[in-house]
């Protein structure tokens, strides 16, 4: 049974496509499924969360005194109200593919708590952070630059280039989060967190690297010169960077590798992207800037590569397998839509239910 005086007011069990829980969370209407499965985690990484979110949510309960826990709650009213959550939400975040909850400023100072320390912890940071950020605004977004290269060996590689944001202070915990997804053949084969560099750390050893150049434009005119020069000046301010040569798949098991070259990959696309962690201090919890500009790389040609060959036919039969199954539940659907044209409402509702 639901109760309310309007749509927005509505709480307790309703049904829309299927039995809802409708909640008033500060403001907003929350419709929330109910659980059909729990699932365990199974990777590592996921063990860690799990365990770092029982441990910070205790943390908020048995240790934070009334004065820790009012920061973090004055803090959380501060982020936004339930007019820019749910803009926020039908916006979405367009053009980045840094993993992260795209509303995230309607909240309690415990769920505060909780998102500042799991992001101090998953940015090697020390923690646990008990000390609510300091109100100094959110730290600029970088810059990043990406460019193909040859090593030594004869393998490829992607450098990454960072611009250092200004900062208003100097917090001892500063670090860039590149993240990167690959696709080959329209399949993702990774879309991870894959690397933390310091910033102020300076640029990798480049020797031996040599950089693959792009077929382009001719300076022919006074205009592409110019357009040239300030590209080589932009570049300049890069001054952080980390050299990737490879990454390891989501997916070992479907792939059958654990860690794949840049060399293997024939005309993949790789989208790579970069943000600022910040903390004042080691007492106070952690921030993140807004991303950097999106870079993308489509990887050349590997003709005579037996490893490209391989993946891309993985990637082929994965692609298969998808338009199949669309194609099957499309016919599906035709022959149900088909047979209810001359079913009473009852029974579809029955064979609904029965299936």
Not at 214 to 233: F, V, Y
């Amino acid at each position: 049974m639901a109760i309310g005086r309007s749509f927005a007011n509505i709480k307790g069990g309703v049904s829309l496509s299927e039995k809802m829980i409708a909640t008033n969370w500060k403001g907003m209407l929350v419709l929330r499924d109910y659980p059909l499965e729990y699932n365990q985690a199974r990777t590592r990484r996921q063990s860690i969360v799990v365990s770092n979110l029982s441990t910070f949510s205790g943390l908020y309960n048995r240790v934070l005194t009334v004065k820790g826990r009012a920061e973090w709650e004055a803090l959380a009213k501060m982020l936004g109200s339930a007019y820019h959550q749910e803009k926020r939400m039908v916006m979405g975040r367009r053009n980045t593919i840094i993993q992260c909850n795209p509303g995230g400023v309607l909240m309690s100072g415990h769920d505060l708590f909780i998102r500042c320390n799991m992001l101090a912890a998953m940015s090697g940071f020390t923690h646990p952070r008990l000390r609510a950020p300091l109100i100094t605004g959110l730290p600029p977004s970088p810059g990043i630059l990406v460019s193909q290269v040859m090593l030594q060996n004869g393998e490829m590689g992607l450098l990454c280039r960072l611009r250092p944001p200004v900062l208003s202070n100097d917090p001892p915990d500063k670090v860039y989060r590149l993240w990167m997804r690959v696709q080959l053949r329209g399949i993702i084969m990774v879309h991870h967190l894959e690397a933390m560099v310091k910033i102020g750390g300076g640029m990798p050893n480049l020797e031996g690297v040599m950089p693959i150049e792009k077929d382009g434009p001719k300076p022919i005119s006074h205009q592409m010169e110019q357009l040239i020069a300030m590209e080589e000046a932009d570049k300049q301010m890069h001054t952080d960077g980390i050299l990737l040569t490879g990454f390891e798949v989501s997916n070992k098991k479907m792939w059958g590798v654990e860690r794949v070259p840049f060399s293997a990959l024939d005309v993949a696309t790789v989208l790579l992207q970069a943000e600022v962690v910040v903390a004042d201090t080691s007492e106070h919890g952690a921030v993140r800037s807004a991303p950097s500009n999106l870079e993308e790389i489509v990887l050349p040609e590997q003709l005579d590569n037996p490893e490209a060959k391989r993946l891309s036919e993985i990637a082929r039969i994965c692609n298969r397998a998808k338009n199949k199954k669309r194609q099957a539940k499309n016919t599906a659907m035709k022959r149900f839509f088909l047979k209810a044209a001359d079913m009473t409402k009852e029974e579809i509702v029955k064979k609904v239910i029965g299936s």
